[in-house]
C-alpha cells in the first residue's frame, strides 16, 4: 500500500525569501496590528459609550412618561364631580371636568376612557374634547388590569395598572386607576392611553437614533427601523434588569448596533426597548484607518520583498514545477509528466523523474490489464457455464456503449461502463449450477438464491482500486425504475446512468437468446417490449437512445454471435424470430444426436463428444466432473439424493425420455418444445416469474 506524502514544512522559496519576511512582519505588521487594534479599542469603547447614553435616555424618557401619565389619571380620577358623573352616565358633565385635565398633559395623542362599574364605556376624552367616531362599549373589561381594578384590588405599587393593547391601529399603552365614590367604593375606572409610536416619537426627539419596542414573546410592538424582525429568543433570555445586550442588524441598506434593555413599567414588564446606532460611521473610520496603515506598511514591504522574490524565483520555479508534478503521480495521476527544466541539476532530475514515471505507467497498466483480464475472464468462464449465456456479457457491453454513446455518456466513463457489463454476473460464480442450468421456473429458495448474485459480485470485486467506478452496475443491474427491483430497491435517478444503460443492454441481449425454458424473441418482439416497460423497470430516455440505436446494435450482436459460432464455443443463440437453422438450441430427443458445438442430448448411451457435459448414462455412471447420473435402481450417485418415484421420475435404467415432438412420458417434466411451449401438466414460466440472473427481469406485460 502506498503511503501519503507529507507536506512540505519549509519551502527553498520561504528559506531565500523567510529573512526579508520577517523584518517586514516585525517592522510593519507586528506595528501595524498593534496601533490598528489600537485605535479600534477606543472607537468601538467611544461607540458602546454612546449606545448606553442612548439606551440610559430613552428608559428616562420612559419613566417621565409614565409618572406624568399617572399624575393626569390621578388628577382624573380625583375631580370633583367625576364620580357623580360616571355614575350618572353623564357625558356633558365628564367632558366639561376631563377635557381642561386631559389638555393639560400638552399630548395630542392622549385619550382618556371613562368606564362605568360594569366596564362599559361612558365616555372618551381627547385634549380637544369628545374623541370623534368612538362608540361606547366594553371591551376593556376584558383586561385583568381593568378588572383588577373594579374589583379594589390593590398591589405594592397601588391601585394603579399598566397594560399594553394592539389592534389595527397599533399598540397602546393604557393607564387605568379606580374612580372612586364618597364612600371610597369604586364606582368607575378611569383609563388613560397614549399610543406606542407617540412615545417612540418622544424618545427619538430627545436624541436616540431609532428606537424598537418588543412584546414579551419578543414580537414587535413599534420600531423605526424598516424590516426589524422578532426579538429572539436566546436574545430574550440574555436579557436582565440590569444587563442590557447587544445584537447587530442591518436595515435600508445599512447597519446598526442594537442595544435591548427589560420594558419595565410599575414592576410589570411589557416587553424590551432597544435603542439602535448606525454602526457605518464607526466602520468607514475604521476602515479609513486601516487603509491608511496598510498603504504604509506597503510602501515599506514593497522594496524588501521584491528584491527577496526576484531572487528567490529564478532558484525555486524550477523546482516547484517539479514538486507539482511529483505531487500529481503521488496522487495517482500517472500521465502527468513534469516540464522541461534548465539546463542543470533540476533539469536532470526532472528528467530522470519523467522516465522513472513512464515506466511505472506503464508497468501499472499491464498490472491493472493483467488483473481485469483475468477477472473478464473468469466472467466469461461463467458465461460458458451456460451453454445460453456463453458470450452474454460480451454482448451487454457491445449494446451499452451504443446507448452510451447515443445519450452523450462521458467518454472518461465509458471504461467503467464497459467493465461493469463485462463482469455484471461474475457473481453468479456463488449460484449452484442446478439452479443456473435449471429448464424451467425456479422455485422461492431458488430464487432467492440468484438474487444474491448482484451482492456476491460486488463483494468479491470492491476491493479492487480500478474497478470502483464500474461496482454500481455489477450490484445494481437488477434495479427497477419503478422501486421494485433488488438488492437494495432504488428508484428513477437513484439509480446511476451506467446501471440504467447496463439493465436495457442485459435484458435485450437475455430477450433475443435462447433459453432452455423459452426461444429467443425476435428483436421487433424484444424492441416492442422493452418499449413497453419505459417508465416501469426502464429508465424512459435510455429507451429513446436504445430504440434509435438498435440497427447498429442488432448489426454488432449478429457479427459477435457469428465470430461465437466460427470460433468452436458454444453455439450462440439467434436474434431473429425463434431459432434460426443451424443456430437452434438442440432438441431434447430420444436418440444420442449431438454433433457440433450442440450441448449433449438427454442419451440412453453413455456417448459425451467435446466439451459437452456427460450424458445421463443407462449405467448410472458420471463422466468427468459431471453431475451424477440416475441408475437402473432409481439412485444417483454423488451428493445428489435419489429421485422419488412418482414425482417426475420414470423407474428403469434412465430417466424419463424427451420425445421429438416434445412430449413426456408418464410424469416427467414437461419437455420443451420448439416453439418454446412446454407441453405436459406444468405451464411454461412467464418473463421475469421465476427467472433472474441473466435473463430479463420483466413483470408479465399488463
Not at 197 to 223: K, M, W
Not at 324 to 331: E, L, T
Not at 669 to 695: K, Q
Request: charged share 15%; hydrophobic share 40%.
Amino acid at each position: 500500500m502506498i503511503g501519503t506524502v507529507g507536506t512540505l514544512r519549509l519551502s527553498l522559496r520561504s528559506k531565500i525569501v523567510g529573512p526579508f519576511v520577517l523584518i517586514v512582519a516585525l517592522v510593519g505588521i507586528i506595528g501595524t496590528a498593534a496601533v490598528t487594534a489600537q485605535v479600534t479599542s477606543e472607537a468601538v469603547a467611544e461607540f458602546n459609550g454612546s449606545l448606553l447614553r442612548a439606551s440610559l435616555l430613552a428608559n428616562d424618557h420612559l419613566s417621565l412618561v409614565e409618572a406624568a401619565r399617572l399624575t393626569t389619571l390621578r388628577a382624573a380620577a380625583a375631580t370633583t364631580g367625576v364620580p357623580e358623573a360616571t355614575t350618572a352616565h353623564d357625558t356633558a358633565a365628564l367632558q366639561r371636568l376631563l377635557v381642561p385635565v386631559v389638555g393639560n398633559a400638552a399630548v395630542p395623542s392622549l385619550l382618556l376612557h371613562v368606564l362605568d362599574r360594569q366596564g362599559s364605556e361612558v365616555s372618551v376624552l381627547g385634549p380637544d374634547g369628545p374623541a370623534a367616531g368612538l362608540l361606547s362599549s366594553d371591551e376593556y373589561v376584558s383586561e385583568p388590569a381593568v378588572a383588577a381594578v373594579l374589583a379594589g384590588r390593590s398591589d405594592a405599587q397601588g391601585d394603579k395598572y399598566v397594560f399594553l393593547r394592539t389592534d389595527a391601529a397599533g399598540t397602546t399603552v393604557y393607564w387605568t386607576g379606580p374612580i372612586r365614590g364618597m364612600t371610597g367604593q369604586v364606582v368607575g375606572v378611569a383609563l388613560l392611553g397614549e399610543p406606542l409610536s407617540a412615545i417612540a416619537g418622544g424618545i427619538r426627539s430627545s436624541g436616540t437614533d431609532h428606537i424598537s419596542f418588543y412584546g414579551p414573546n419578543g414580537e414587535v410592538l413599534q420600531s423605526s427601523l424598516s424590516s426589524t424582525g422578532p426579538l429572539p429568543a436566546a436574545t430574550r433570555g440574555m436579557v436582565q434588569p440590569d444587563r442590557p445586550v447587544r445584537f447587530s442588524q442591518s436595515a435600508g441598506g445599512q447597519p446598526y448596533m442594537n442595544l435591548v434593555s427589560d420594558w419595565t413599567m410599575r414592576k410589570t414588564r411589557l416587553g424590551y426597548l432597544a435603542v439602535a446606532l448606525n454602526t457605518a460611521q464607526l466602520q468607514a473610520g475604521l476602515d479609513q484607518l486601516r487603509l491608511f496603515l496598510l498603504i504604509l506598511f506597503a510602501a515599506g514591504a514593497l522594496i524588501t520583498l521584491v528584491i527577496g522574490l526576484m531572487l528567490a524565483g529564478a532558484i525555486t520555479r524550477p523546482v516547484q514545477r517539479l514538486v507539482g508534478a511529483m505531487r500529481a503521480v503521488a496522487a495517482g495521476d500517472l500521465a502527468h509528466r513534469a516540464p522541461p527544466g534548465p539546463s542543470d541539476e533540476i533539469g536532470y532530475l526532472g528528467q530522470v523523474f519523467n522516465l522513472m514515471t513512464t515506466g511505472l505507467q506503464e508497468k501499472t497498466q499491464a498490472l491493472e490489464d493483467t488483473y481485469f483480464a483475468a477477472i473478464e475472464a473468469l466472467a466469461r468462464a461463467i458465461d460458458a457455464r451456460d451453454p445460453y449465456t456463453y458470450g452474454h456479457s460480451a454482448r451487454v457491453a457491445a449494446i451499452s456503449l451504443q446507448i452510451a454513446d447515443e445519450l452523450g455518456y462521458p467518454l472518461e466513463k465509458r471504461e467503467g461502463l464497459r467493465r461493469s457489463a463485462l463482469l455484471h454476473d461474475i457473481g453468479k460464480i456463488g449460484i449452484a449450477d442446478q439452479i443456473l442450468r435449471k429448464a424451467g421456473a425456479l422455485n422461492y429458495l431458488e430464487e432467492e438464491q440468484m438474487r444474491q448474485h448482484p451482492v456476491i459480485g460486488h463483494q468479491m470485486l470492491k476491493d479492487v482500486p480500478f474497478l470502483h467506478s464500474s461496482l454500481s452496475g455489477i450490484r445494481h443491474h437488477h434495479e427497477r425504475w419503478d422501486g421494485t427491483g433488488y438488492p437494495d430497491t432504488l428508484a428513477a435517478e437513484t439509480i446511476p446512468l451506467q446501471v440504467r444503460i447496463l439493465s436495457v443492454a442485459d435484458v435485450f441481449d437475455a430477450l433475443t437468446s435462447d433459453r432452455p425454458y423459452r426461444n429467443a424473441m425476435s428483436v421487433a418482439e424484444a424492441k416492442e417490449l422493452i418499449t413497453h416497460e419505459s417508465g416501469r423497470q426502464f429508465d424512459p430516455a435510455v429507451v429513446t437512445a436504445f430504440r434509435a440505436r438498435t440497427d447498429t446494435i442488432v448489426a454488432i450482436l449478429k457479427q459477435q454471435r457469428s465470430t461465437e459460432t466460427t470460433s468452436g464455443n458454444f453455439l450462440p443463440p439467434s436474434i431473429e424470430k425463434g431459432s434460426a437453422p443451424g443456430n437452434f438450441p438442440p432438441a431434447f430427443t430420444g436418440e444420442s444426436s449431438g454433433p457440433g458445438n450442440f450441448p449433449p442430448p438427454f442419451m440412453g448411451e453413455s456417448s459425451g463428444p467435446g466439451n459437452f457435459p456427460p450424458p445421463f448414462t443407462g449405467a448410472g455412471t458420471v463422466l468427468g466432473n459431471s453431475p451424477p447420473a440416475f441408475t437402473g435402481a432409481g439412485t444417483v450417485l454423488g451428493n445428489s439424493p435419489p429421485p422419488s418415484a412418482g414425482e417426475g421420475t420414470v423407474l428403469g435404467n434412465s430417466p424419463p425420455p424427451f420425445t421429438g415432438a416434445g412430449t413426456v412420458l408418464g410424469n416427467s417434466p414437461p419437455a420443451f418444445t420448439g416453439a418454446g411451449t412446454v407441453l405436459g401438466n406444468s405451464p411454461p414460466p412467464p418473463a421475469g416469474e421465476g427467472r433472474v440472473g441473466a435473463d430479463v427481469v420483466l413483470k408479465k406485460a399488463s
